[in-house]
């Protein structure tokens, strides 16, 4: 089973984010996953944006799942998408099985905010957790959970993440991995003892910069991440295009 996660594609009519999109579609054409997680970021303007998208998504031969980040807007995404979000008020929460695993995307914005919360879906979030049958999961969500140490970025982090972090320890059946985006860079730490990864953007990358005077350059190239469940176990690999 292999899932592939695309985050913060920030697409807009004056940048070429929607080539970069396209050659990381291409690169997973040759991998055929069960299925592609897009975890927000998909506009880079909350009103705007989501209409290009859509020629693109829609020809995905994959099943498609779609997270909202900070710079989308659920009402645009309704409006692109109204067969897939109609029915999904106020947030756009996912679930779905797959090849044995649960796939769960958890809607962490907040309106007219770049920093995520998420303390109002913890019911839900535990209700999906633990729903029948039971099944191994993977949690994915826009905003990061652990600090990154990017001045600015982590203003923005998940800001009830400490309460997530109790709900999730206290689990009887934790995700596997945790998966999100809204950094543009790649990285991995732990977050309630569950590794969590931050998939790159397919935008251009934030600097790898940690406050010193010297801000680092950024060469980096379009990034996505892509998880393997085989055998009961997990394995996610970064990939640069």
Known sequence: MIIAQISDIHA???N????R???ALA????????????????????HCGHDLLATCLNAVPWPLFILPGNADNRDR??????????????????????GGIRLIGLDSTLENSDAGSVA????????????????PSILFLHHHLFLCGIPGIDNSICHDR???????????????????GHVHRPM???FAGIPAYVCGSVCAANPLWFGADTVPPVNDPVYLLIHRFNDGELVSYHVAV
């Open 120 to 135: 109002a879906h913890l019911g839900w979030l535990d209700q999906a957790l633990n729903a029948s049958p039971a099944l």
């Open 21 to 23: 999109l396209e050659r």
């Open 162 to 180: 400490r309460q997530l972090e109790t709900l999730l320890r206290n689990s009887m059946r934790p995700p596997l991995a945790i998966a999100c």
């Open 188 to 190: 991995m730490s732990l």
């Open 27 to 46: 690169w997973l054409a040759t991998l055929a996953p069960d299925a592609l997680v897009l975890t927000g970021d998909l506009a880079d303007n909350r």
């Open 77 to 98: 995404l309704r409006a692109t998408w109204p067969e897939r979000f109609a029915d999904k008020r106020p947030a756009l929460h996912f679930t779905a099985n797959i």
């Open 16 to 19: 070429d984010n929607l080539q």
């Open 12 to 14: 807009a009519a004056d």
